[in-house]
């Protein structure tokens, strides 16, 4: 949790002075940013918790958009390493999208992340459970193929 003394009334009026709001801007300036700081070592955490769960499946939850732009919480492997990333799609690029690491994107998206977490992991064990299915049903296929070459399926 940030820590810092609390900050004063911020009820801005007309007669407010820009001296006292300058004030107000450098007494929350630092408790913010260590806020964020925060935020970013607890995503990291989550980050290493999910990953750690080593399902190796991508998947994705859709937390904001409009006509033109989709924006999803992703899992996805990148080299040799699974991240968290938002993933962003255009209506005017279809099939491209591009994506940033979770920590990187802006504050607001990081806090929406958080609030969509449960469902995200949710989400990501369907996943896994959906290509268990299809790894399972690949695998009778090949080793059914495999028998009849052999002369097994005459």
């Known amino acids: 949790m940030a820590t810092g003394k609390p900050l004063p ?5 007309p007669s407010l002075r820009l001296e006292t709001v300058l004030e107000k801007a450098d007494a929350v300036r630092p408790q913010l940013h260590q806020a964020a700081d925060e935020l970013n070592a607890a995503l990291v955490k989550v980050e290493e918790a999910i990953t750690g769960m080593q399902l190796g499946v991508r998947a994705h ?16 492997k990148q080299g040799k390493a699974w991240r968290l990333y938002k993933e962003t799609f255009r209506a005017d690029q279809p099939g491209e999208s591009t994506i940033e690491p979770l920590v990187s994107c802006s504050r607001e998206f990081r806090l929406l992340a958080v609030g969509q977490l449960p469902a995200f992991v949710a989400e990501l ?17 090949t080793l059914s193929f495999v028998e009849r070459l052999n002369g097994g399926g005459k």
């Not at 009334?9 to 009026?13: C, D, E, L, P, V």
Request: hydrophobic residues 35%.
């Open 9 to 13: 009334n911020m009820r801005f009026t």
């Open 61 to 76: 939850l859709h937390l904001r958009g409009d006509e033109i732009t989709n924006e999803n919480l992703t899992i996805l």
């Open 125 to 141: 064990v369907k996943e896994a459970e959906r290509e268990l299915q299809r790894v399972q049903e690949s695998t009778a296929k």
